[in-house]
C-alpha cells in the first residue's frame, strides 16, 4: 500500500450512511491561550502513548471513539471505527487542537482530511504549498495520487530549512513521526491550516532532541567533569567570539565521583539537554535541567528513575523515533543493543521501562556516538572501530517497521587519533558536528558538511581548543 493512500481515504458512500460524522466529544476545559508548540506537546504525547498510538485490526482507532463516536470496535472501549471507511487521520489531528486548547468552529472539521483545508479558508488561515513557512501546530494536508482530492492530514511540529517535521495519525497503522525533505516543492503536500486563536508558535531555533544544549539557545553546550568530581560547563559562544566555541566557563556542580556513567539527554522533551547519572551499583538517576529557573544553574533536581544500568557495558542517548524526547540504547558486553524508549508523558514521568532489543554486533565498535548526521530530526549513530574507521548508521525508524539503524556505511577513517569524540551542533545550524579530543588535550572540531558533500559528513576539521585532557569526561 504505497504512501499510506488507502487508508487516509475516506469513502464518501460511509458518510451518506452516517458511519463517518458523528458528535463531537466536549471538549476540555478552556486554556487560557491556545500555542503551536502546546499544540505539538500534545502531538507528542500521544506519539509515545503506546495504549493507543496505533489501530486495531484496520482501522479501529481511539481517537474515532473519542472525536467522532464511530462504531465501537476492537473490542476496546470507546474505540471507534473499523474498515476502510474510517481512515482516522483526521481524528488524530482533531483530537490533537482539541486537546491543545483549540475551540474555535471544531464543528467545522469532520472525519475528512479535506475538511482542515475548509477550515482554513473559512477563517482567513490557509496557506497553499509554496512560500509559506509552516507554523508548529499547523494541519498539514497532503493530495497523494495528485488528482484534487486530500486524503490524509497531519500535525506540524517544524520547519529547519529545507525540511519539515510532523506527527500524523494513521500512518502504517499508527501514529508516527514523518519528515519531508524540500517541502516547498513537494507535490504530494497541498498546504497549511493553522487553527484559530493560536498565537505564537513561530518555526523555533530549539536545538534537535540529542544535543547538549543546556541553555537552549539552539547551541550545544558543553557539559565537563574532573577527577575530583567538580562539574564545569562550557557555554558555546560560537557566534560571539568568531567562530570559537567553548571559551566561556564556570563550574555548575560538584560530587560527580558518585557516577560511573554520565549521559546528556533531554529527557522531558523541552529543548533542554537533561543529565543521567549511572551509579556503580546500577541505579541511574536524573537531573532536570531546571536553567531558567534556578538562575543559570542547571542540574540541582535530582531523582531516581530506574535500575540495572550496570547491565550493560555502554548507554548511548538518541531520539530514536523522532518524538523529542530521548530514549537510550543499552549495549551488552555480548554486543546486543537495546532500546529503551522515553515513556515519561505516560508513565508517571518516569521514563525508560519499554525495552526491547533492536540489534547485535555492536561490540565491533570501541565507542558509539549518537548524532543527527543529516540534520532530519532523527538520530544517527556513528560506531567507531578499533582500527579507527567510523561508520554511519541512518536513522530509519520510520522505514523499517521502527528497526531503526540497518543501514551502514563508512563515513571516515583515523578516528583512533582521538581519545574521546562528542557530538555538538557547534554553529547551531541543525547538523551535529564533532568534537574530537586527542591525547595531548588539543580539541579538534569537525564540521557537518553532509549537504555540501554529497553526504559524507566530517571531512572539514580545525582546532578550536586545549586542555580538554583536564577533564575526565565531556558529555
Not at 493512500?5 to 491561550?33: C, D, E, F, Q, S
Not at 471507534?80 to 488524530?92: D, I, K, L, R, T
Not at 582546532?463 to 565531556?474: D, E, L
Request: aromatic share 12%.
Amino acid at each position: 500500500m504505497s504512501k499510506f493512500k488507502t487508508l487516509r481515504r475516506l469513502a464518501a458512500a460511509a458518510a451518506m450512511a452516517g458511519l463517518v460524522l458523528g458528535i463531537t466529544a466536549a471538549p476540555p476545559a478552556a486554556h487560557a491561550a491556545v500555542t503551536g508548540d502546546g499544540i505539538v506537546t500534545i502531538a507528542k504525547r500521544e506519539l509515545n502513548d503506546s495504549s493507543r498510538n496505533y489501530e486495531i485490526p484496520v482501522n479501529c482507532s481511539y481517537y474515532g471513539g473519542a472525536m467522532f463516536g464511530w462504531p465501537s470496535c476492537g473490542g476496546k472501549a470507546g474505540w471507534g471505527g473499523g474498515g476502510s471507511s474510517y481512515a482516522w487521520c483526521a481524528a488524530f489531528a482533531k483530537y490533537v487542537w482539541r486537546e491543545a486548547g483549540v475551540t474555535t468552529d471544531l464543528s467545522q472539521i469532520d472525519g475528512y482530511a479535506r475538511s482542515f483545508k475548509t477550515y482554513g479558508q473559512n477563517h482567513g488561515t490557509w496557506h497553499a504549498r509554496g512560500s509559506y513557512v509552516p507554523k508548529p501546530g499547523d494541519a498539514i494536508v497532503f493530495d497523494w495520487e495528485h488528482d484534487g482530492v486530500i486524503d490524509h492530514v497531519g500535525i506540524v511540529r517544524y520547519a529547519l530549512g529545507s525540511n519539515l517535521y510532523t506527527i500524523e495519525g494513521n500512518t502504517s497503522d499508527r501514529v508516527a513521526a514523518h519528515t519531508y525533505y524540500n517541502y516547498a516543492s513537494n507535490a504530494d503536500i497541498v498546504g497549511f491550516s493553522t487553527a484559530a486563536g493560536v498565537t505564537g508558535g513561530s518555526t523555533p531555533a530549539a536545538a534537535q532532541p540529542w544535543i547538549a544544549d543546556v541553555s537552549g539557545d539552539g547551541f550545544g553546550d558543553l557539559v565537563t567533569t574532573k577527577t575530583d568530581g567538580s562539574m564545569w560547563l562550557f557555554s558555546n559562544n560560537f557566534t560571539r567570539d568568531g567562530g570559537v566555541p567553548y571559551n566561556d566557563v564556570r563550574q555548575i556542580g560538584s560530587s560527580w565521583t558518585n557516577y560511573v556513567r554520565v549521559i546528556n539527554a533531554d529527557v522531558t522533551g523541552d529543548g533542554f539537554a537533561d543529565l543521567l547519572g549511572v551509579k556503580a551499583d546500577g541505579t541511574m538517576w536524573l537531573f532536570s535541567n531546571n536553567f531558567n529557573r534556578d538562575g543559570g544553574v542547571a542540574y540541582t533536581d535530582v531523582r531516581q528513575v530506574g535500575s540495572g544500568w550496570n547491565n550493560y557495558a555502554s548507554i548511548v542517548a538518541s531520539d530514536a523515533n523522532g518524538d523529542g524526547f530521548t530514549d537510550l540504547l543499552g549495549v551488552k558486553a555480548d554486543g546486543t543493543m537495546w532500546l529503551f524508549s522515553n515513556n515519561i508523558g505516560r508513565d508517571g514521568g518516569v521514563p525508560y521501562n519499554d525495552v526491547r532489543q533492536i540489534g547485535s554486533g555492536w561490540n565491533n565498535y570501541a565507542s558509539i556516538v549518537a548524532s543527527d548526521a543529516n540534520g532530519d530530526g532523527f538520530t544517527d549513530l556513528l560506531g567507531v572501530k578499533a582500527d579507527g574507521t567510523m561508520w554511519l548508521f541512518s536513522n530509519n525508524f520510520n522505514r523499517d517497521g521502527g528497526i531503526p539503524y540497518t543501514d551502514v556505511r563508512q563515513v571516515g577513517s583515523g578516528w583512533n587519533n582521538y581519545a574521546k569524540i562528542v557530538a555538538s551542533d557547534a554553529n547551531g545550524d541543525g547538523f551535529a558536528d564533532l568534537l574530537g579530543v586527542k591525547a595531548d588535550g588539543t580539541m579538534w572540531l569537525f564540521s557537518n558538511n553532509f549537504n555540501r558533500d554529497g553526504g559524507i559528513p566530517y571531512t572539514d576539521v580545525r582546532q578550536v581548543g586545549s586542555g580538554w585532557n583536564n577533564f575526565n569526561r565531556i558529555v
